[in-house]
């Protein structure tokens, strides 16, 4: 498509009003970084087998390749997540108040219902299982209620959690980020970088995290240099090669230095190994983003429509049923070899299926992210906004 039929909107960032331009290349290419960083996100909660000591030599080859490329590789995913959710949010964010109310109810219905949604069930599921287990549930009623609430047994459901809070705040957040010299934006990256964590936690989990706070921040600030992702797009396939080189030789010293690293809620790790591994997480970004725009082939374009819906439904209770039912065929360290495909796959035919027999449910459990919806990508439709208010990329919405 040429520059002449991108969409021109006008964006304010800041103090500045800037006029900007999203090709459709740029808009598919969100949607494959959607739908690849959905497929590691489910490989990160099928994890089966990792080093469990800083010695190299005490860790087995399936330890290692399950290190690489979750604890490695599939870690961009949380960090486009909330770029793509911060871009796409302050995208068409004018600072009114108005315009405040208006996002914080289009989040409310792509966001938080699906949060409370796939938060019930899973809680509710997991009463059951208890009774019928013969154990006693732990807690009142009222403590029950807040463990659906604040953190529900599926646990991919952080990221919305944290999402939500982010919208909330999202006018301290524009103030942030629209700091002279990028200010903002390298205090937050700060906190990242030395893995900081300010907020308190309510209820296991972080209130924010420092993570999807970064990135949440530079993708509002990316909206005065929207130009960069097709530049970025459009490196030659050797320079893309040589990022993705970059990317894994960050990921394989790091695990040299470090192989049982942890910084979930825990530190085990060095300083070095911490930098190494921020160091990927950035390489991996770019690198995805090449890949992803190499990528843009209609089918797969499609399939991203599927993702927000295979995000909310890959964790608990469905990875507590696989496990019980597939489980014994396979010894418990490979489980990830054997039922993360089977459970990517299923989830995405699922979606499918439902696209096709039962759209408004699919619809309303995803917030309008559906293949069909995410189709007119592919046929790079750019006579209305690709992203409208209740259906936005996946990958702003999801991790």
């Not at 019980?324 to 010894?331: D, K, Q, S, Y």
């Not at 439902?354 to 759209?359: E, I, Q, S, W």
Request: proline share 5%; charged share 15%; with cysteine.
């Amino acid at each position: 498509m040429s520059r002449a039929r991108a969409i021109r909107e006008t964006v304010t960032t800041g103090t500045r009003d800037v006029r900007t331009e999203l090709s459709a290349e740029t808009k598919q290419t969100f949607q494959v970084v959607a739908f690849l960083a959905t497929i590691f996100v489910v490989a990160i909660h099928y994890q089966s087998a990792a080093p469990s000591s800083p010695s190299l030599e005490k860790a087995s080859a399936n330890q290692l390749a399950q290190e690489f490329l979750i604890g490695g590789v599939a870690r961009f995913s949380v960090p486009m997540f909330a770029f793509a959710a911060g871009f796409f949010y302050f995208r068409s964010d004018d600072g009114t108040f108005r315009t405040y109310l208006r996002k914080l109810r289009q989040r409310s219905r792509s966001v938080l219902l699906p949060y409370l949604v796939i938060g019930f069930v899973a809680t509710l599921f997991w009463v059951v299982v208890r009774l019928l287990d013969g154990k006693s549930l732990e807690g009142s009623p009222l403590e029950l209620i807040a463990t659906w609430l604040l953190r529900p047994p599926a646990e991919q459901l952080w990221f919305l959690r944290d999402l939500m809070v982010l919208v909330i705040a999202a006018p301290i957040i524009r103030q942030i980020a629209g700091l002279p010299y990028n200010l903002g934006v390298v205090i937050t990256g700060l906190l990242w970088l030395s893995h900081y964590q300010p907020f308190p936690i309510v209820h296991g989990w972080y209130l924010l995290h420092t993570e999807t706070l970064f990135f949440f921040c530079v993708g509002c600030a990316a909206n005065q240099h929207t130009d960069v992702f097709d530049r970025i797009g459009r490196f030659s396939t050797p320079t893309m090669f040589g990022f993705v080189i970059v990317w894994f030789d960050l990921i394989i010293a790091r695990i040299m230095l470090r192989p049982d690293f942890d910084c979930w809620y825990t530190s085990d790790y060095s300083v070095e190994s911490l930098l190494i591994h921020k160091a990927s997480i950035v390489a991996g970004c770019f690198s995805i983003w090449m890949v992803a725009w190499k990528s843009r082939h209609p089918a797969v374009i499609r399939l991203s429509g599927a993702a927000f819906f295979v995000y909310l439904i890959h964790e608990f209770p469905l990875r507590a049923t696989v496990e019980r039912v597939a489980g014994p065929l396979l010894e418990k360290g490979a489980w990830f070899w054997g039922l993360f495909p089977l459970v990517t796959v299923s989830c995405f035919a699922a979606a499918m299926l439902l696209n096709r027999f039962a759209p408004r449910a699919i619809a309303f459990l995803t917030g309008g992210r559906t293949p069909d919806s995410a189709a007119k990508l592919a046929g790079a439709e750019t006579r209305r906004p690709a992203y409208s208010a209740n259906s936005h990329s996946s990958a702003a919405t999801t991790h």
